[in-house]
Structure formats: structure tokens, C-alpha cells
């Protein structure tokens, strides 16, 4: 029987992802010691998944990070039938043949989900040394498309459609199956940029993969990436994925979290259960060591709560970027409240009430627990009086409000909803 693919993210996937730390460097130990870090601290508030992303096969991953992100062809670890398997140096778990497994197996103890970040395509290696397709009487080199690459990572070619290209994902996600896999992200597939004319020239290959996870018999969460996602393919990405990028990479600049109001407004009404237009990972706390230099978030505190407000009130996965076992109180805090987060579900249908420059409002309701949340939002760089009317924000007169940050009480007063707000600051109401 077929599974209904939007029952795998019933709501959207809250988790941790290596990259904006570990970029392509981290390991085993690592990986762990977040999934420990999650588990204690972070699993009863919804966040579940632990996603090790790019270049976990890769040799001498971050070796040359002073020349190259991604090493132009470095020695990639596969199987024989050209499918990738994890860095032995670097997830010594996976000797033998075992690959994930025995990691996946020791996030599904603590109770927590595994993911796994993966490109488009088979590896150019595979199809230059002609291993077999498992399953199928071709090669790698037949179901490659030597004319389909992407343009920044050189790992992979694109797959050609077909049954014999079908059979290369159906064993990739077979094994991804056998590893206890629950999360892929997939990569230079939501925006292929580097064709300008044709941005999303590989639709097929998101149907293989949707149908890959179709017949590999597990329930795995598609996520799809980069960004920014192309709003007329909406119902593409909608029928095929879980997740989509809206967005390029985003770290941890004002200007980019203020783009965010209006790629929100093009994809609010977009969110549904099992389907998720994707803000990016939250910049937060300690990033970038694996890309040379570590820092602390560039973004003030009302900057994180602006951004933590409209990713949940929007409805957008959560994936955090940072070390977790370097997190102060008051980063956490900010991951861990109730209220703000009761907001992230499909069921709010939330709406952006008006967008300028100095400012921003969202109204959204919960119609199961019969909660209305009022979010104001200073996009200036002044602290200023932000207002909207009442109704416009779905409130009445004399409501009574608590401020889910600060848990301030007050009442909806003359016909409208006005909060002094710091610079780049919001404040949101629930009734």
C-alpha cells in the first residue's frame, strides 16, 4: 500500500544539522556528543533529529579549507556498486560494510531521529570506473549524465530519467533504509543554479527520490536544497518533498533575516502538514569553526527572538546549526520555550498582516486549541510604537494577551494592538 508521504513530518522537523559548525569536517564523536546534548536537553521540547551534513564520504574532508571547500577530486569512499558509504577515519562505526548503522542506532537509543545530508546524483567517480547499478544490467556511466553537474560541489553527476536510473535511487535509499536513515537532504536539487535559464532542471530526479523512499519501505523525511525555492514550482515540491529551501544559505546577518518578511509572504500559503517552505537553519550560538574561524552569532538577542517568532509563527522546520554542547542559557532558553513554539504547526494558518520597511505584523489561530496569536515585528533600527487594529490582527477589544517572551499580561485597548519595540525586536501575543 502506498504511504502518504505527508504523514512523515506531521509538523515541521525540529533538529540539529553539523554544517554552520563542523562545515564538511565533522565525525563521529561529534555527532554524538550533540545527539547526547539534544537528548538531555532539547528532546522534550520537540527537537528530534540529528543530521550530519555534506562530505561525510570524503577523504581529507576540510584539509585544504585555506584553497577549497570541496576538493576537487578527492577520494570518495563507496561500495561496489558506486554508492557512497561514510569516511572510515572519520566514523570508524562504519567499517566492515556497516555504514550508518551503528550511529543511527545510537541516536535511535536516545530516543532521537537520524539524517543525513546527500547530492544530487551518482558520483563521477562511479561512472568514470563503470561499477555496476545494483539491481539493474547497466553501469554507473549508463545513468549518468555527464551534461548535468553542479556548479560549486564536484562529487556528482545528475541521474538520466528512466527505469535504470529509478533502480540506481531505489538502491541508494534501500540502503539508506538498512542504515535506520529517518531524514535526507538533498542537495543542489531545489535550485539548480548554475543553469540560469532552467533553475530547476532536475524534476525528475525529486520524483525518483519521492518514489525511492516509496518503495524503500521506511518512512524518511525529504528535505531539498539549496534555495532559493521557485514559487511557480510550488506544486511540484509539494507533491514530491517534505521540505523546501526558500532561501540561500542564511547565516547570521541582519539584511538576510529582514529578507526573510517577504520570501514568508510569497510562501504562507504553502505550509500544510508533511509540506514545509524551509527558512534555513538558525545561525545561533558558536558556528564556523570548520570553515576556519569560529564566532559567535553575528545577531543580537532581538534579532534571535525576531527570527525564532517568525520562523515558528511562519511554520518553518527548525534546524539549529550550532555546537549544542556549546550553548549558553539564555541560547537555550530561547530553544526551549513552550509558548513561541507552540506556534509551529500547520494547524495556525498563520497570515502576514502588513510588510514595509520599519515593520512587520503576523496574525495566526489555532483552531484545535482555540489559541489567536498577535506578532509585531521592528524592522527599523529604532526602537518605535508598533500597531495594528485589532481585528486586522484577529483580536477584539478587551482581550486579554500574554507576551510569549517576556510573559507580560495586557488587554487589546482602544480598538488596537500597539508594543513598544526595540530595534530589530517583536513582541508576540497569544489569547
Not at 18 to 43: C, F, G, I, P, Q
Not at 108 to 130: D, E, N, T, V
Request: hydrophobic content about 35%.
Amino acid at each position: 500500500m502506498k504511504r502518504d508521504k505527508n504523514s512523515f513530518a506531521p509538523t515541521p522537523p525540529m533538529g540539529w544539522n553539523s554544517y554552520d559548525y563542523y562545515d564538511t569536517t565533522v565525525d563521529e564523536a561529534r555527532v554524538k556528543a550533540n545527539a547526547d546534548y539534544m537528548a538531555e536537553h532539547l528532546k522534550d521540547y520537540g527537537w528530534q533529529y540529528i543530521v550530519v551534513d555534506i562530505q561525510w564520504y570524503a577523504h581529507g574532508a576540510g584539509s585544504q579549507r585555506d584553497r577549497f571547500q570541496y576538493i576537487p577530486f578527492s577520494t570518495l569512499e563507496m561500495d561496489e556498486y558506486g554508492r557512497l558509504q561514510p569516511d572510515p577515519e572519520r566514523f570508524p562505526s562504519s567499517v566492515g560494510g556497516a555504514g550508518f548503522r551503528p550511529l543511527a542506532d545510537y541516536i535511535h537509543g536516545l530516543g532521537l531521529k537520524f539524517g543525513i545530508h546527500i547530492m544530487r546524483g551518482i558520483p563521477r567517480a562511479a561512472a568514470h570506473a563503470h561499477l555496476p547499478v545494483k539491481g539493474a544490467s547497466v553501469t554507473a556511466a549508463d545513468v549518468a549524465n555527464p551534461s548535468s553537474i553542479c556548479g560549486w560541489n564536484p562529487d556528482m553527476y545528475g541521474v538520466r530519467e528512466g527505469a535504470d536510473g529509478q533502480r540506481y535511487y531505489d538502491s541508494l535509499f534501500q540502503m539508506y533504509a538498512e542504515w535506520g536513515v529517518d531524514f535526507v537532504k538533498c542537495d543542489d536539487i531545489c535550485n539548480t543554479n548554475l543553469y540560469a535559464n532552467n533553475r530547476y532542471s532536475a524534476p525528475h530526479e525529486v520524483e525518483m527520490l519521492a518514489k525511492a523512499i516509496q518503495n524503500c519501505g521506511r518512512d524518511i523525511v525529504l528535505s531539498l536544497s539549496p534555495g532559493p525555492a521557485l514559487i511557480e514550482k510550488a506544486w511540484h515540491y509539494e507533491t514530491y518533498a517534505n521540505m523546501w529551501r526558500i532561501t540561500d544559505d542564511l547565516w547570521d546577518k541582519w539584511e538576510l533575516l529582514k529578507d526573510m518578511f517577504h520570501r514568508c509572504e510569497l510562501w504562507q500559503n504553502h505550509v500544510a502538514p508533511g509540506c514545509y517552505p524551509d527558512c534555513d537553519m538558525l545561525p545561533l550560538g558558536h558556528m564556523g569553526k570548520g570553515f576556519g574561524h569560529e564566532w559567535v552569532t553575528n545577531l543580537t538577542r532581538e534579532e534571535q527572538r525576531t527570527m525564532m517568532t517568525l520562523w515558528c509563527i511562519f511554520g518553518s522546520p527548525l534546524m539549529l546549526g550550532a555546537e549544542m554542547t556549546l550553548l549558553d542559557d539564555w541560547t537555550l532558553s530561547l530553544l526551549t520555550n513552550r509558548e513561541v513554539l507552540a506556534m509551529l504547526t500547520p494547524k495556525c494558518r498563520a497570515r502576514q498582516v502588513c510588510l514595509d520597511e520599519k515593520k512587520a505584523v503576523w496574525k495566526a489561530c489555532n483552531p484545535e486549541t482555540g489559541k489567536r496569536y498577535a506578532a509585531l515585528f521592528n524592522l527599523s533600527g529604532e526602537t518605535a510604537d508598533i500597531s495594528v487594529e485589532a481585528a486586522d490582527a484577529g483580536l477584539s477589544q478587551g482581550d486579554g494577551l500574554m507576551e510569549l517572551w517576556t510573559g507580560e499580561r495586557r488587554r487589546v485597548d482602544g480598538g488596537y494592538l500597539t508594543a513598544k519595540v526595540p530595534p530589530h525586536g517583536c513582541a508576540v501575543y497569544c489569547i
